[in-house]
């Protein structure tokens, strides 16, 4: 597992149980994190050998990108979650 990868899985973990599509987000974060550790190291994590760059450079922001919006939309489904037990107090009846 490389860099970006652990701190992912890290920082998911922080956010405790998953639910709802939260599971499928998070594998989706994980392996987005994946192919920026491979992109940024340039060998394979597993075995060493190098990892064709064919696209010099160019995915990575991409993959950057993708990365930033699925854990937005992780962190966006937590915060609608009311941990509170007072209800939406603010809102209007």
Do not use: F, K, W
Not at 36 to 43: F, K, R
Not at 56 to 81: I, V
Request: hydrophobic share 30%.
């Amino acid at each position: 597992m490389g860099t970006v990868e652990g701190v992912v899985r890290t920082d998911v973990e922080q956010l405790g149980d998953l639910t709802g599509i939260e599971p499928s987000l998070a594998e989706m974060a994980y392996a987005l994190a994946h192919q920026i550790d491979l992109a940024t190291s340039g060998e394979c994590d597993t075995c060493g050998e190098p990892v064709p760059q064919g696209d010099d450079g160019r995915t990575l922001p991409q993959l950057n990108r993708e990365l930033r919006q699925t854990l937005a939309q992780l962190l966006e489904g937590r915060a609608t979650d009311d941990d509170d037990d007072l209800g939406d107090l603010a809102s209007p009846d």
